[in-house]
C-alpha cells in the first residue's frame, strides 16, 4: 500500500473495510476494499472467488473494474484497489421525498441486466444482488462485491446463507441450498421495485417472515411449483391459500411494460423466471436498446 494515500474511509460491512485512496504516482483516486480475514500468501489471495470472478469479468462496461490486489506480507492483509464509483442505489434512494422518473430507472435496470448477462454467461453466478453492492456514476451503472459468488457449474446444495434476506428467492427460502443462477433476477426484480418505489418490496424480519411477505404481494404458489423444490428440513410447505394484492396496486404509476417485466423477474418458479438476456430484449427496454 505503500503506492497509496488514505483519504478517507467510504464504507464498511462483515468481512471487509472500503476507503477512498489517492495513487501517489498517477494522483488517481481508487475505492480500496481490505479484507478483514488474514490471508497467508499472494497466491491464495489470487485464488479466491472474488479475486477470480473480477478477473474473469473484467473490461465489461456494467461490472466494476479491479485494479490491483495487493498482499501486506507483514499484517496479511489482502486489499483489492478498484475503481472508485459515486455512491450506491441504497445511498440514491435514501430518504428521497420523490421517486427517482420511470425512466431513469429503467436506464439502472437495462444496465444491471447487462452486468447478470454477462455474468451467467461467464459461468458465475452473483448471489447477493442487493442496492448496496450496485454502484452508481453518472447514470453508469456496475455491479460490485462478488465475494459471495459461485460458479453455475458446481452442484447444489450450495451454502444455504447466502444473500441478504430481503431479495432472497423463494427457492433459497424454501430449500436446504438447492438454487440456481435465477436467484438472482429475482433479486434484481426486487431491487427493480425498490428503486421505483423507495420502499423495500419484501422486508421479512426472519425466514418465515420474509416467505409470508413473498405469499402477502404473489399469493401462495400452486401445489405443482412446490413440489418442484427439495423440502428444507426447516420450513413447513402447508401454506393457507390467500392471493396476493399483486404488484400493481403497490407502485399503482408504474407502466405496464415495466410490470410486465416486474412479473416476468419475480415469478416464483424459477423455471419460469426470466433470465437477464430475455430481460434485456423486453419491451419495457425498447427505446435503450
Not at 421525498?97 to 454467461?121: G, R, T
Not at 447514470?139 to 441478504?164: N, W
Amino acid at each position: 500500500m505503500d503506492n497509496y494515500k488514505v483519504i478517507k474511509k467510504i464504507g464498511e460491512g462483515t468481512f471487509s473495510e472500503v476507503t477512498r485512496v489517492q495513487n501517489l504516482k498517477d494522483g488517481k483516486h481508487y475505492a480500496c476494499k481490505t479484507m478483514k480475514q488474514s490471508i497467508n500468501s499472494l497466491e491464495q489471495a489470487h485464488n479466491l472467488r472474488e479475486v477470480q470472478a473480477m478477473k474473469r469479468l473484467s473490461l465489461h462496461p456494467n461490472i466494476l473494474q479491479l485494479h490491483e490486489v495487493i498482499f501486506d506480507q507483514d499484517t496479511r492483509t489482502l486489499s483489492l484497489i478498484c475503481e472508485l464509483m459515486e455512491m450506491n442505489i441504497y445511498e440514491l434512494i435514501r430518504g428521497r421525498q420523490h421517486p427517482l422518473s420511470e425512466s431513469k430507472v429503467k436506464i439502472y435496470m437495462y444496465q444491471l441486466c447487462k452486468a447478470l448477462d454477462h455474468m451467467h454467461s461467464n459461468g458465475i453466478f452473483h448471489r447477493d444482488v442487493k442496492p448496496e453492492n450496485i454502484l452508481i456514476k453518472h447514470d453508469l451503472l456496475k455491479l460490485a462485491d462478488f465475494g459471495s459468488s459461485r460458479s453455475v457449474y458446481c452442484k447444489p446444495p450450495h451454502t444455504e446463507y447466502i444473500s441478504t434476506r430481503w431479495y432472497r428467492a423463494p427457492e433459497c427460502l424454501l430449500t436446504d441450498g438447492y438454487y440456481s443462477l435465477k436467484m438472482d433476477i429475482w433479486s434484481a426484480g426486487c431491487v427493480f421495485f425498490e428503486t421505483l418505489s423507495l420502499k423495500p418490496l419484501f422486508p421479512g424480519t426472519n425466514e418465515v417472515d420474509q416467505v409470508s411477505k413473498i405469499h402477502d404481494v404473489l399469493g401462495t404458489p400452486d401445489c405443482t411449483v412446490l413440489q418442484k423444490f427439495k423440502q428444507s428440513r426447516v420450513m413447513p410447505f402447508d401454506f393457507l391459500p390467500r392471493k396476493g394484492c399483486g404488484l400493481s396496486q403497490l407502485i399503482p404509476r408504474c407502466s405496464a411494460p415495466s410490470l410486465s417485466l416486474l412479473y416476468q423477474m419475480l415469478a416464483y418458479d424459477p423455471d419460469e423466471r426470466i433470465s437477464p438476456r430475455t430481460a434485456l430484449q423486453h419491451t419495457c427496454f425498447r427505446e435503450l436498446r
